[in-house]
């Protein structure tokens, strides 16, 4: 069955870095776009990036220049950099095959 598993959440000090992994099994991870979202608190859910299975990405506007999303295929494993994060940026974050499934999330708090 399809399994996606975020790591490197934490805490970080506005500015700082924190770099998301989640491991993909189940499916073949090559043929697949896959994204990022988060959820802050008392808000819905958004799309913070994407990268189709030939590396083409997109960002939400919020973190152009700010986050990287990467894929390593050999490693069925997508990345979201997080550098010079703000406390705008705290919110939970999840990992999504385009939308049909969805690992359990890993929370990020930006606060000095």
């Known amino acids: 069955q399809v399994q996606l598993v975020e790591s490197g959440g934490g805490l970080a000090q506005p500015g700082g870095s924190l770099r998301l992994s989640c491991a993909a099994s189940?499916?073949?991870?090559?043929?697949?776009?896959m994204n990022w979202y988060r959820q802050a608190p008392g808000k819905q859910r958004e799309l913070v990036a994407d990268?189709?299975?030939?590396?083409?990405?997109t960002y939400a506007d919020s973190v152009k220049g700010r986050f990287t999303i990467s894929r390593d295929n050999a490693r069925n494993t997508v990345y979201l950099q997080m550098n010079n994060l703000k406390p705008d940026d705290t919110a939970v974050y999840y990992c999504?095959?385009?939308?049909?499934?969805w690992g359990q999330g890993t929370q990020v708090t930006v606060s000095s």
């Open positions: 999504s095959r385009r939308g049909d499934y």
């Open positions: 189940g499916f073949t991870f090559s043929g697949y776009p």
């Open positions: 990268i189709t299975s030939f590396g083409k990405t």
